[in-house]
């Protein structure tokens, strides 16, 4: 054993030793076979045994059977090799795979560039054979130049023969299609750039290469852009790159918009808010606000505008407006077309009209009391504004009690058509007058017919012929005069003719066919309205449609309630009232207005929806009608500012008549400096609405025969806005004239007192200067004003600091005496001016 056997430190060092002996070796030489207890190990098998075995990192590698680690059994041995070994042939494997992609890869780049030259290849070739057809024009040109020439050189070589020889030669040349069109192609002209394209192309190629994966899919875009479109590909490209930037500075710019336009549909109710206009067309806000500004409306975004003007702001816009006239609750009342089988014929309402005087009242009065003195039940009559006579033949006639224009056209204007046939009275002894003219014209608009009652005709000076003849100037041609409006002769006064009226009245109706059908929800329009003390908010409704029962639930305008009861003209209690009927309601929960539509509906929940809905949007567009001010609409109100001064009333009373007789005498009040103007006028108790608005507009609120309600007597104690009560219409009348006076500027007169002259005018330290003075005329007056004239124009106008006579301060001096003047804090005064004195009378003024 040799040393360096020897010095080998201890060690369980593999030798080729049988399983359970280790050899020991010692300092001193000697060596040892010892024989150990094997332990069986559990053995850790590599994760990657190809990894393993072929890191070598062991200094025994696996593959080696004869240098197997100490400790593993032969079958572990055995497995691991077989591992080993199937890791390299997948290694092995891999390397081939990888090596064969490779190679296909590099086919595959290899096929590109043969297809990509041999498309180019064949693209030169096209180039050349399209340049070759080119060239061979122009060589056919220039040999048909040199041949041109030749012949010119053949008549010259005739003269000078060694000149022939050259110019022979020169023609030759010149003739000689030179070198073939490809060689010389490929030599000249385009040939250098074609090489450029090449090298970019090549270029571009290596760059898709390099990006790994994508390169056959860029390679391809290309050879097929390059060989189908050569330089043109690259500048498609280029131009759609510029488009692009085109498109997005266009939109930059906000042309983009307007290009990808929408035309919407946009849902316009009555009014509209200036915000959810805008929402609607999707649009911003603030281009609302400015279209609208440029249409001449001062509004904000939040202000409501009307349904005409917005849709004139759609219409800029460019979208479209489509109107939604009612809210969808509105759409639970009935409004389902009645078939012809459930008409039933109805009784006609009749309106009488004519000129103030005519005998309007007397005429109703006359037709009323005669029905009742001819044996109708009752007897007592009600005032209701509307009543029902039997005609001679037994057939119905529903009278409105409420002659005048106004009510008429405000009926029609609250979209209720209640008359079926208007009466035109004209006095037989007065015939046609501008309020008959009125009446006709009133009819005609309102498409109803006419009956023409001439009355008085009990008068001497009754002239029917005469008022027939009038009517026939206002296209009103009567019967008598051949035409198809029916004419009667009647005298209010003794009765007669009444009955041939109604008769005119019932064959009317029948020419009209006026028909309803009474077994559906009611439908009426409201006749008059009032405040009842006892009973509450009462309206005489005049059904139009359907039947009207006790216990109905119903809308009507901005009102809505349960029919706790039904009265008839005659004052009594019914269970229902059926089309034409006038008939007292009550029942309700506020006071409605003349004119209002009352519609039946199933549920108080959908009543009061309706009226709730109602309501507001009313409020909407009462906001939207003072928002909605153009700007000449509010210069031409700052111009009436100037001059004319308004005292802003708000007028509530118990009935219909009361408040539209106060509104027109009210209306009179006033001359051309100061006017009154009604803002609202209504019928019932004065609420915190109307407080609301008289605050608003610094009005004060005129109750005639009502009172506030307890919220609107505190809210317009806190908010100081005046409430009066009155009883008498002509008191109510009086106080508004005084009011008004009070609100005229008073008159400021001015009277001349005196004049005088200015004679020298002395220096007086502490005094400053003083004019001498004649006075020329009246008196002056100390404590007046005074002017100063010079050459008849004011140059100072103020008051007196002193006035003299001799050294004592007067308080006048009359005319012909001489005095002392000084002005307050004026000192420019020179002899030969004029002193004017006057004095200023306030004087009140009253409305004539
Ligand atoms: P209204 O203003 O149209 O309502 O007219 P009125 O009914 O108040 O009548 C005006 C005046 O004419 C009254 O003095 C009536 O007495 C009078 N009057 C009305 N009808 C007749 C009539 O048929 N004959 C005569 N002689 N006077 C009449």
Redesign the pocket.
Known sequence: MSDTDGKKPLGLGGGPRGPGQVKQSFSHGRTKAVAVEVKRKRVVVPQKPGAAGGAGGGSQPLGDPSRRPAGISDAEMERRLAALRAAKAREAEEIAQRAADEKARDEERQRKRDELEAREREERELAEAARRKVEEEERLKAEEDAKVKREAEIARRAANAPAKVAAANAATTVAQPGPPPEERSTRTGPSPRKTDREREREDRERAARAKGGDDSRRAGKLTLNAALEGEGGRTRSLAAMKRKQEKARQKAMGFGQKAEKQVRDVQLPETIVVQELANRMAERAADVVKALMKMGMMVNMNQPIDADTAELVIEEFGHRAVRVSDADVEQVIDTVQDKDEDLRPRPPVVTIM??????????LDAIRKANVVSGEAGGITQHIGAYQVTTPNGSLVSFLDT?GHAAFTSMRARGAQVTDIVIL?V?ADDSVMPQTIEAINHAKAAKVPMIVAI?????PAADAQKVRTELLQHEVVVEAMSGDVQDVE?????GKGLDSLLEAIALQAEILELKSNPNRSAMGAVIEAKLDVGRGPVATVLVQNGTLRKGDIFVVGEKWGKVRALINDKGETITEAGPSVPVEVLGLNGTPEAGDVLNVVETEAQAREIADYREQAAKDKRAAAGAATTLEQLMAKAKADADVSELPVIVKADVQGSAEAIVQALEKVGNDEVRVRVLHYGVGAITDSDVGLAEASGAPVIGFNVRANATARNSAQQKGVEIRYYSIIYDLIDDIKKAASGLLKDEVRENFIGYAKILEVFKITGAGNVAGCLVTEGVARRSAGVRLLRDNVVIHEGTLKTLKRFKDEVKEVQSGQECGMAFERYEDIRAGDVIEIFERETVERNLA
């Open positions: 004519g000129h103030v005087d005519h005998g309007k009242t007397s005429l002659p009275v006095a009355n008085k005709c009990d008068k009647v005298s209010a006064l003794t």
